[in-house]
């Protein structure tokens, strides 16, 4: 069985402790690989190799780092096919979207910032013509990046990437759940040269190895993306060790569809908003509320188009769901589909485990009606294919709704009416919101949520800024 191995120092090792844990297909539900069940030690000897490495990547020059980027950003590209298969099998998602969205994403996380460093600028400020203040913006040190198992490769080098362009090195920890895309991305650094020690990658248990490196006095920096609970438990650590910190946490999304929208567009988006990788990404809509005029057509005709999406084998090209990533995250997402029946929910489709001729675990996408809002399935977070759907009458009304949560990752918008769009658009609680569209990440663009869902953003400058420290340099003038 194939044993993946920590990446440090540019060797491949096995855990200290010598333990491994078992990595499973989710949609055969059985162990195909495993993967080190590393420790602290593990995170010790990583962050010594960071430790080590940063002060010879720090003084590369930008073309320099940038160049060993690109390398690996290519590589990525060249072994689409075998990055996408493994995804597949290692997260359960459709075949066809991890090979047109989390490979291709991943290696352009590396090209941009690689090419964004490349047209870098600071501040200057002119204190009444008698003294300059430049602005410096130096790498920090080891970076700690923490990622979940939803968009494994996707996330993962969002946020390396960054933190390498910025001239930092890194120990990362992909989510024990998804490791194998990670393992791939430390051959191919491998393959391509990549400096050792300037990116070390330790598998392992969030409570081991993630608390290891939220712990470790030489790691001034984390940057995390996961459960809001797993966000709390980080901060609480790094916040008397005075870290920087960026969590990307939970959301609970609202759609909200007025009754002058394009419905068919609307509808087609919403289907993919709701159900996109079985409803396992952050930016999903699960909430969707439909203004009451066209409440009753958007109903019919949605909960019609999600009885026609098909449920299975991840690697068949006309599957549109695979399976959820785990057991545990299977028997999680039913629970709520028991709990919203006992809340007073209708199920309008879906529901159940799916009937699939695979042995792993699959859910039917499933919209529910008629639950109050304050419920507990309309307030947290499910991360599975369900979605509730209900009516509204004013805007006033439905912000309400949409700003009920203790979360405020995304939103999205479906109206004809501009002045409308921007008028909702500032009063939503949330740091992302979509109008007629969903999921468009320009990659420039800040990203990140209010509340519960996070604090900072990650994307373009605001990553790169992240990852550095600003210096003010003050000289006279004479
Ligand atoms: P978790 O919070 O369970 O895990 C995320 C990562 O943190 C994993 O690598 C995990 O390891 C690790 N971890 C767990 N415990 C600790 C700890 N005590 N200290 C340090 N690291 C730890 O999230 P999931 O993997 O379940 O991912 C799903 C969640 O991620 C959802 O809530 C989703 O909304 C959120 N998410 C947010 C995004 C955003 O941009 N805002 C984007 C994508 C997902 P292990 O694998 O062992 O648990």
């Known amino acids: 069985m194939q044993q993946i191995l920590n990446y440090i120092n540019g060797e491949f090792r096995a855990p200290n402790g010598g333990g491994f844990l078992d990595n499973y297909n989710p949609a055969t539900g059985s162990v195909y690989s495993q993967i080190p069940d590393s420790d602290a030690s593990d995170v010790e000897a990583a962050v010594e190799a960071a430790k080590a490495a940063f002060p010879s990547w720090s003084a590369l020059t930008r073309e320099e780092r940038s160049q060993h980027m690109l390398n690996v950003s290519k590589r990525i590209t060249e ?84 933190a390498l362009a910025s001239g930092n090195t890194v120990v990362a920890k992909p989510s024990e759940v998804t490791p194998m895309t990670a393992f791939l991305l430390s051959q191919i650094c491998n393959e391509v040269g990549f400096p050792k020690g300037v990116l070390n990658i330790v598998h392992g248990l969030g409570g081991k190895v993630g608390a290891a490196m939220t712990e470790h006095p030489d790691v001034p920096i984390i940057s995390f993306t996961g459960g809001t609970e797993t966000g709390k438990t980080i901060a609480r650590t790094a916040a008397p060790m005075f870290k920087k910190l960026s969590l990307e946490l939970g959301g609970k999304n609202p759609n909200i569809i007025f009754d002058d929208c394009d419905l068919d567009e609307a509808l087609k988006t919403s289907l993919n908003s709701s159900f996109a990788n079985q409803g396992q990404i952050c930016l999903c809509g699960s909430r969707i509320y439909v203004q009451r005029g066209i409440y009753a057509e958007f109903k019919t005709k949605f909960v019609e188009l999600v009885k026609e999406m098909k449920v299975g084998n991840p690697k068949l090209a006309d599957v549109k769901l695979g399976a959820v990533v785990s057991k545990a995250h299977f ?60 009516p509204f009458d004013t805007e006033e009304e439905v912000l309400s709704y949409a700003n009920g949560t203790k979360y405020g990752l995304a939103s999205t918008i479906w109206t004809s009416n501009l002045t409308k769009a ?52 003050c000289i006279p003038l004479s």
């Open 331 to 390: 028997d999680k997402i039913l629970s709520y589909i028991e709990l919203a029946k006992e809340e007073g929910g209708t199920v309008l489709c879906g529901g159940k485990e799916a009937d699939t001729d695979m042995s792993g675990w699959f859910i039917e996408p499933t919209v529910i009606e008629g639950l109050p809002e304050t419920c507990r399935t309309n307030q947290e977070e499910i991360f599975g294919p369900v979605v509730t759907i209900q």
């Open 422 to 473: 921007h008028r909702v658009a500032a009063q939503l609680h949330t740091g992302i919101v979509w109008v007629n569209c969903w999921l468009v990440r320009d990659l420039r663009t800040p990203f990140g949520g209010v509340k519960q869902s996070g604090v900072g953003r990650e994307g373009g400058w605001e990553a790169l800024r992240f990852f550095t420290e600003p210096k003010n340099i």
């Open 79 to 162: 072994r689409l096919d075998e990055l996408a298969e493994a995804e597949s099998t290692d997260n359960g998602k459709p075949l066809w979207l991890a090979k047109r969205v989390d490979i291709p994403r991943a290696s352009d996380n590396f090209k941009f910032f690689a090419t964004a460093i490349l047209h870098d600028s600071s501040e200057l400020h002119d204190t009444d013509g008698k003294y300059l203040n430049y602005t410096l913006r130096q790498p920090i040190g080891v970076a700690g990046c923490i990622s979940p198992w939803n968009l494994p490769l996707y996330l993962f080098t969002w946020k390396i990437a960054p």
